[in-house]
């Protein structure tokens, strides 16, 4: 591991940026190492010192719950400052992602349609948005995975991919496949024998981690699939501008068009925490159905709550009250192994492990916390085989 | 933009309610300011970061250069004429305030707006 500053690598599909649209967007990316670095460690001291006892004072225990340790956090002005500031950053990251795509939206839009035919892109506008996607806009992008303001428009996939470089400070490597890498290297290095002819990613967005598939098992047909068209247009573009074929279809996780038994592996990259008590029933559901028998289910996470600390749950949690993460909470709280038996796997036990980071050259902050989910150097891997 | 596409407004602000977290919500719309003020600093010492840089490269004049330049008495007093002239800037409410003070102004606005409403 280095100190070495990187940037994400340039392909065609990502918006050229003038000298300060790239500068305004470093400019968050440190901001956002100030806040890890600088001011969350400050967090833990004022709960020790200041903040704790007066839960102690009325309750004569320690707080024991979110909610409990909320009660005096959300008192205290340090904690204040940093999810204000927090809030400000992931804002000041959308906006500065998207001034570069709203200038050339048209071009974008002209340059992806024409992308070179590698792989395959199936739409279907008739495809309804989840409700889950359509109440509030996740992660605060605004106008969410789906909106479209032009003909063929793939801004919200090109402000995407540029944001997600910008979040993971660098932490998920030059093409934010950090999680898709990490998987492939947890199979390849566990299971040598296991080899995916036809692999499905499932809410793959822009495809940054769908693409490690693709390069990690070359004889395996991928394909991926969205709910939202921009996604899906830009992520067409984008692997093809790298030679990389992915047949992405525009479909919901919940009900997929592929026949039953027609998949060795089917992945998930921090798809699940954006669904819905629902969804993500109806999703595992449809993993069991559309693998083949002796086929592996795999969905990368943030790790669940439990055996977590209260205060470090309660900093974890952030994003479910203050980022537009209504699932978060409830999905890191779930009963995964009764998830996955109730949805037909019940042959095998569930799995539920930490995998390694395949991406170790940049510097890492080593925590899973507010704003900084990729900085853990660990992924959660839930999954079963059929 | 090319000439005949209409310009595309993206929409700017993310749906779902915002939260605030000082106990008066003015405190955290003022940092989220300071904060848009302390980036756009920033972007502007990139640009001059970038300019040093490029002056070097192509032999104009190198960072040296700049830290070794002398001002002048008389370019330092026109420099320090341009910081007055951003801090009358900056804390002009506040100065305002007194202004109208010293001017003993009536500073009952409402009975103003009586008179204008009223007088016909």
């Not at chain 1, 793939?154 to 993971?168: E, K, L, T």
């Not at chain 2, 102004?105 to 007088?119: G, H, L, R, T, W």
């Amino acid at each position: 591991m280095s100190n070495a500053y990187k940037e994400q690598q340039v392909h065609d599909a990502l918006p050229a940026t003038s000298h300060d649209e790239l500068a305004r967007q470093h400019f968050v990316r440190s901001f956002k190492e100030h806040l890890v670095t600088d001011l969350h460690p400050g967090l833990k001291t004022v709960y020790e010192k200041r903040a704790k006892g007066k839960f102690v004072a009325e309750h004569q225990r320690e707080p024991e719950t979110i909610q409990e340790v909320g009660q005096v956090m959300k008192q205290d002005s340090h904690y204040q400052a940093w999810s204000s500031l927090l809030r400000t950053s992931q804002e000041m990251m959308w906006s500065s992602a998207q001034i570069p795509v709203q200038r050339a939206i048209q071009e974008l839009a002209t340059q992806a349609a024409q992308s070179p035919a590698v792989g395959s892109l199936r739409l279907n506008p008739d495809l309804q948005i989840p409700a889950y996607h359509t109440a509030v806009d996740i992660h605060c992008q605004p106008g969410g995975y789906h909106t479209e303001y032009i003909e063929n428009d793939v801004a919200q996939g090109a402000i995407y991919d540029r944001a997600v470089y910008i979040y993971a400070m660098g932490q998920m490597g030059v093409n934010n496949a950090d999680m898709g890498d990490s998987t492939v290297a947890w199979l390849k290095q566990q299971h040598p024998e296991f080899k995916p002819t036809r692999i499905l990613d499932m809410g793959c967005a822009v495809g940054h981690s769908t693409l490690p598939y693709v390069s990690g098992f070359e004889d395996a047909e991928v394909h991926a699939i969205d709910v939202a068209a921009p996604m899906l247009r830009y992520a067409h573009a984008r692997a093809s501008s790298m030679g990389l074929p992915v047949h992405f279809s525009q479909q919901n996780a919940e009900t997929i068009d592929f026949e039953d038994n027609s998949f060795d592996l089917v992945v998930s990259h921090i798809l699940l925490h954006e669904t819905s008590s629902a969804a993500i029933k109806n999703i595992i559901r449809e993993c069991h159905r559309v693998l083949k028998p002796g086929g592996m289910m795999l969905h990368v996470e943030t790790p669940p709550y439990e055996g977590m600390e209260p205060f470090d749950t309660f900093l974890f949690d952030w994003d479910s009250e203050n980022n537009n993460e209504p699932f978060w909470r409830k999905s890191h709280l779930l009963d995964l192994e009764a998830l996955a038996k109730d949805s037909g796997f019940q042959n095998h036990k569930p799995l539920q492990i930490m995998v390694p980071s395949a991406f170790q050259e940049t510097k890492r902050t080593n925590t899973f916390q507010g704003g900084d989910f990729g900085g853990g150097g660990v992924w959660f891997v839930y999954g079963c085989q059929k | 933009m090319s000439q005949e596409e209409p310009e595309v407004t993206l929409q700017r602000k993310a749906k779902g309610k915002r939260p605030y977290y000082f106990s008066d919500p003015d405190v955290d719309r003022l940092l989220s300011m300071v904060m848009a003020l302390t980036g756009e600093l920033s972007v502007t010492r990139d640009r001059l970061d970038t300019l040093e840089r490029v002056a070097k490269a192509k032999g104009l004049f190198s960072s040296e250069d700049i830290e070794q330049y002398a001002l002048s008495d008389a370019d330092m007093e026109a420099r320090a004429a341009r910081h007055q002239t951003i801090f009358k800037e900056v804390t002009r409410i506040i100065v305002g305030e007194i202004e109208d003070l010293d001017a003993k102004e009536d500073s009952d606005y409402s009975a103003v707006v009586s008179q204008v409403e009223n007088d016909g």
